[in-house]
């Protein structure tokens, strides 16, 4: 599945956040390697998707590490943040700090998925409450920064 709405994003978004949750009810490791081989994908044609691919591996990547341990999974979800962090971790940015810099991936990472949604909307949504999000450093220009997207991969590969 790849989207290109934001309608589709959003439906994605809610199952992404039903497998961190633990109650999707449909084939959450499919999903997951869906999402890992669309980020592959993504990077290697330099999409823009990238960020929306890549965040959302963080968010249920470990579903298939923790939760329901598969090791051939796992290998796969762990070569799709390595793509990500060779592809964009060299890149140089202005940002003074970014959102991986600080964000433990132990935390519950509950304010992902408005990220994703800010994200997948070209206009913010109205229902955002971005200002109290992350330290009021929610914009897409520092969220989709390479360096912030391969930071996250390399902090969720190491973790």
């Known amino acids: 599945m790849k989207p290109a709405a934001p309608a589709e994003w959003d439906?994605?978004?809610?199952?992404?956040?039903?497998?961190?949750?633990?109650?999707?009810l449909g084939d959450a490791p499919r999903a997951v390697l869906d999402c890992a081989r669309n980020l592959v994908a993504s990077v290697r044609v330099g999409s823009p998707d990238t960020a929306l691919w890549t965040l959302g591996l963080v968010l249920i990547g470990p579903y298939v590490i923790y939760a329901?341990?598969?090791?051939a999974a796992e290998a796969r979800v762990l070569k799709a943040m390595g793509a990500v962090e060779q592809a964009l971790g060299g890149t140089t940015c202005a940002h003074d700090e970014h959102p991986?810099?600080?964000?433990p991936l132990d935390d519950e990472l509950d304010n992902l998925r408005d990220v994703l949604e800010m994200l997948a909307h070209v206009d913010p949504r109205p229902d955002a409450e971005s200002e109290d999000l992350f330290e009021?450093?929610?914009?897409?220009?520092?969220?989709t920064c390479p360096r912030n997207l391969a930071g996250f991969a390399r902090a969720f590969a190491d973790a």
């Open 136 to 143: 009021h450093r929610m914009t897409r220009e520092i969220w």
């Open 100 to 103: 991986c810099d600080d964000m």
């Open 68 to 71: 329901r341990p598969d090791a």
């Open 11 to 24: 439906e994605l978004i809610d199952t992404w956040d039903e497998i961190r949750q633990g109650y999707y």
